[in-house]
C-alpha cells in the first residue's frame, strides 16, 4: 500500500549560477540588502582616504584652496556624488534594518514598503546632493 500511495516529493538541485542567476527576479528588498551591504564596504574602503583628506584640508589656507580646487572637476564630484549616496542609502537601510531588528515589518508586504521607503528617501536625497554639487543652487 505504501508503494501504491507514495507522494511525490519536491525535487532540489544545485543551481547553476551563469546559467540561473540571470533569469532569477530578485524582491526588491533583497536588492535593497544587496544595495547595503555594497554601500557599507565602499564606506569602508574609503574612509581611510576622507580621513586623509580631511586631514590635509585642516593643515592650511594654501591646501584647504587646493583640494578646493581638485574637487571642482566633474570626474571628482562624481565620485563625491556616488559616496554621498553611498551614504546616504546605507544610513536609510541602516534604519530600515535596525527595525526590523526589532521584529517589525518582516512579512513580505511590509518587507518590500520599507524598501521601497529607502529608495524614495535616499534617492531624492542623492540628487539634492548631486543639484548642490554641479551648481543648480
Known amino acids: ?18 546559467a540561473d542567476l540571470p533569469n532569477y527576479r530578485m524582491p ?16 569602508f574602503l574609503l574612509l581611510p582616504f576622507l ?3 580631511l586631514d590635509q584640508s ?12 581638485f574637487t571642482s572637476g566633474v570626474f571628482v564630484k562624481l565620485i563625491i556624488l556616488a559616496l554621498s549616496w553611498a551614504y546616504l542609502h546605507h544610513f536609510c537601510a541602516g534604519i530600515r534594518h535596525l527595525i526590523m531588528d526589532m521584529h517589525i515589518g518582516l512579512d513580505k508586504d511590509s518587507a518590500r514598503k520599507s524598501s521601497v521607503g529607502v529608495f524614495v528617501v535616499s ?9 548642490k554639487l554641479f551648481g543648480a543652487f
Open 1 to 18: 500500500m505504501s508503494d501504491a500511495v507514495k507522494k511525490s516529493r519536491r525535487e532540489f538541485r544545485n543551481i547553476h549560477a551563469f
Open 28 to 43: 526588491l528588498a533583497s536588492i535593497v540588502s544587496i544595495l547595503h551591504r555594497i554601500s557599507g564596504f565602499l564606506l
Open 51 to 53: 580621513l586623509y583628506l
Open 58 to 69: 585642516l593643515l592650511s589656507e594654501d591646501t584647504f584652496a587646493y583640494l578646493k580646487g
Open 123 to 131: 534617492l531624492p536625497l542623492a540628487a539634492l546632493v548631486a543639484l
